[in-house]
C-alpha cells in the first residue's frame, strides 16, 4: 500500500484509507469541493435552467423537490456508485475496476449537456489537483483512461482523488454530494429568483437526503446503477435549444 510523502511535518496517510476526516484530509476535501475551486461549477445548472423557464421550479418548495430527486434517483445517485468505484479502483489497485468506471462514466450520461458537463468539470478537476496536491496515482488514472481513450467524469476523479490522498470513502462522498447540492441551489436562487435565506433553507432541507444518499450508496450493490429522473434529462435536452440561456446545461 502506497503512502503519502510527509509534507512539512504532516504525518503521511495510505492510499485508500477509509477513516473520518480531520486536519490535513478535512482541509483538503474542503478546497477540492469549495465553490472556488476552478471546475467551472458556476457556469452549470444540471438542466435546471429550462425546469425554471417552464415553470416546473417556482420556489423554494420546487427547488428543494427537484434536488432532491437528482441526489436520490438521478445523477447524484449515479455520481455516488461511480465515485465509491473509483475510490476502491485506486485502493485496491484494481485496474479492471477502474476500467469499469470509466467505461460507465462515458455511457451513463442521458444528454449531451450532462456529458459536457461531467468530463468538463473531471478533466478541470484532476489539473488542479495535480499541480497543487500532486500523486503518481492520479497520473497513472489520467494515462490509463488516455490509453482507453475514455474521459475521468467528474464523480470517478474526485474518487480517485480522495483515495490517493488517504481521505475517507464515506466523509469524502458526503462532501462530494453536499458539493453537488449545494451548486444547483446557487443555480436555482440566481435563476428562480430566491433570496439567500431561501437558499439556506433549502440546503439545511437537503440534510436528511444527502446523509441518506450516502448511506444507500455504500450499502448498494455496485451493478445496482441508474437513474430515474426523467424530467431532468427532458430538461437538460431541451435546455440545449432554449433561447436565452446563462448556464452551460
Given at each position: 500500500m502506497d503512502i503519502i510523502t510527509d509534507i512539512e511535518g504532516v504525518a503521511p496517510r495510505a492510499v485508500g484509507a477509509d477513516r473520518p476526516l480531520g486536519g490535513q484530509g478535512l482541509v483538503q476535501l474542503l478546497a477540492w469541493l469549495s465553490p472556488s475551486f476552478p471546475v467551472g461549477a458556476f457556469s452549470y445548472s444540471h438542466g435546471i435552467e429550462y425546469a425554471v423557464e417552464t415553470g416546473r421550479v417556482t420556489d423554494r418548495g420546487t427547488l428543494q423537490d427537484w434536488i432532491a430527486a437528482l441526489v436520490s434517483f438521478g445523477s447524484g445517485r449515479v455520481d455516488a456508485a461511480l465515485f465509491l468505484a473509483a475510490h476502491e479502483a485506486l485502493a485496491e489497485q484494481d485496474d479492471a475496476l477502474l476500467e469499469w468506471v470509466l467505461e460507465r462514466g462515458d455511457a451513463l450520461r442521458a444528454t449531451r449537456e450532462f456529458g459536457v458537463e461531467t468530463e468538463g468539470q473531471g478533466a478541470a478537476f484532476l489539473t488542479a489537483v495535480?499541480?497543487?496536491?500532486?500523486?503518481?496515482?492520479?497520473?497513472?488514472?489520467?494515462?490509463?483512461?488516455?490509453?482507453?481513450?475514455?474521459?475521468?467524469?467528474?464523480?470517478?476523479?474526485?474518487?480517485?482523488?480522495?483515495?490517493?490522498?488517504?481521505?475517507?470513502?464515506?466523509?469524502?462522498?458526503?462532501?462530494?454530494?453536499?458539493?453537488?447540492?449545494a451548486n444547483l441551489v446557487s443555480a436555482g436562487v440566481r435563476l428562480v429568483p430566491l433570496g439567500q435565506s431561501d437558499g439556506l433553507q433549502v440546503i439545511a432541507g437537503l440534510e436528511p437526503v444527502l446523509l441518506d444518499a450516502v448511506a444507500v450508496a455504500l450499502a448498494r450493490s455496485r451493478d445496482d446503477l441508474g437513474s430515474a429522473t426523467v424530467l431532468s434529462d427532458w430538461a437538460s435536452a431541451s435546455h440545449e435549444t432554449q433561447y436565452t440561456r446563462l448556464f452551460r446545461s
Open positions: 495535480a499541480r497543487a496536491w500532486p500523486h503518481p496515482e492520479l497520473d497513472r488514472v489520467k494515462a490509463f483512461a488516455a490509453s482507453l481513450a475514455r474521459p475521468v467524469v467528474y464523480p470517478a476523479a474526485v474518487g480517485a482523488a480522495a483515495a490517493a490522498h488517504g481521505l475517507g470513502r464515506r466523509d469524502a462522498l458526503s462532501g462530494y454530494l453536499h458539493a453537488f447540492a
